[in-house]
């Protein structure tokens, strides 16, 4: 094991983001650029409160408000070193409001990411917006593209966002289901 990994599991286990690579993908260095961007705007996200240096954010309408919670990490200096999405199970696996969970969990994994890391990731954000034809849920698309290339066989990280499999690492994103405060959850931890 090299010595960068064993201080990052060092780090993970005393519940400290590495330091040192401050920016999360797309979201920035800094909260304030975070707050500018696309994603912010478009799921209105509002703070809700703060966890030493943790900053909740949930969606600004009631529909939502309960069943979705954005944590953004910084370090000592302000910068920004860790994201994390909870979506409720029961929003995610809903017939009917499954599409916005989907929408907002395709959009987390590419703005958390870096263009660079978005190959890594790019099968599961693919799957997530465009589910196999075999799921009978209703579906966000754009009419100025095709439906992508779907992988022969669900990607970890998607068998995961399905409830099918507990958890993984795709890329730089581990994916995980387990209970957020005793509700059974989706967590993209970045």
């Known amino acids: 094991m090299s010595m960068k990994r064993a201080v ?7 519940g400290v983001k590495a330091l040192a690579a401050a920016g999360v993908g797309n979201l920035g260095e800094r909260l304030e650029q975070a707050k500018q961007t696309e994603f912010f705007r478009w799921f209105q996200l509002e703070e809700v409160g703060r ?9 600004s309408g009631k529909k939502f408000h309960d069943l979705v919670t954005l944590n953004l990490s910084l370090d000592p200096k302000g910068r920004l070193v860790g994201a994390e999405l909870v979506l409720s199970r029961s929003f995610v696996d809903s017939g009917r409001d499954g599409m916005f969970a989907r929408d907002i969990a395709k959009s987390f994994v590419a703005v958390a990411t870096t263009a ?6 790019a ?7 465009h589910p196999p034809a075999n799921q009978s849920t209703p579906l966000i698309v754009s009419a100025h593209r095709p439906a992508p290339k779907l992988p022969a066989q669900p990607t970890p990280g998607f068998q995961v966002f399905l409830g099918r499999r507990q958890a993984c690492q795709q890329g730089p994103l581990k994916l995980e289901n387990r209970d957020v405060n005793g509700v059974p959850s989706l967590v993209i931890d970045r």
Do not use: N, W, Y
């Open 8 to 14: 990052s599991i060092l780090m993970g286990v005393l």
């Open 51 to 59: 966890t030493a240096r943790v900053i909740h954010f949930k969606p």
């Open 116 to 121: 660079q890391e978005r190959s890594a990731v």
């Open 123 to 129: 099968d599961l954000i693919a799957e997530i917006e």
